[in-house]
């Protein structure tokens, strides 16, 4: 596989970031990630907008926003011919050692309750189950809430 390049989102990046939501996050739901949403966490100074490329191309995603004692992971999106190759977990490591830099030593995330595959890679992250929320995704779905304690070092990242 080619070198996967990690970087904040580029101008001109948020379509294709909205389009790979609605299709491998948001599928089944109406879209919540659209690209004007997109375009201003970029530019929102509390959160970041990360791209995972390949080959140039855009693999992957993840949208954080960063609050004062913890952070939240809003979207997560790694193309399926992508998956399995770690750029969800590169995505991952980056915007918690962003989050540490700023002090921040807690991320929360939500993951839809039918989601096993997302369940299992946050799990082996070192992400806990801390909830469940009935009708989280737009009164339709379920969701599961995880959480990470960022000062505790897991060997297996």
């Known amino acids: 596989m080619d070198a996967i390049?990690?970087?904040?989102?580029?101008r001109g990046d948020a379509a294709r970031l909205a389009s790979m939501s609605r299709r491998l996050v948001e599928a089944g739901l109406e879209a919540c990630w659209t690209e004007d949403r997109v375009e201003r966490e970029r530019k929102n100074?509390?959160?970041?907008?990360l791209t995972a490329?390949?080959?140039g191309s855009i693999g992957g995603?993840?949208?954080?926003?960063?609050?004062?004692?913890a952070a939240h992971l809003s979207v997560l999106a790694v193309e399926p011919?992508?998956?399995?190759?770690g750029i969800g977990r590169k995505l991952v490591a980056w915007l918690e050692d962003t989050a540490r830099g700023a002090g921040v030593f807690c991320v929360r995330l939500e993951v839809r309750d039918t989601n096993h595959g997302a369940r299992?890679?946050?799990?082996a992250?070192?992400?806990a189950e801390r909830g469940w929320v009935r009708g989280y995704y737009q009164?339709?779905?379920d969701a599961l809430r995880f959480e990470r304690d960022l000062r505790v070092r897991d060997a297996s990242v």
């Open 120 to 123: 299992r890679f946050y799990t």
């Open 53 to 55: 490329r390949v080959a």
């Open 125 to 127: 992250l070192g992400y």
């Open 61 to 69: 995603f993840a949208i954080m926003q960063y609050g004062d004692e």
């Open 5 to 10: 390049q990690i970087a904040p989102a580029r």
């Open 45 to 49: 100074p509390d959160s970041v907008v």
């Open 139 to 141: 009164a339709h779905e």
């Open 81 to 85: 011919i992508h998956q399995r190759h």
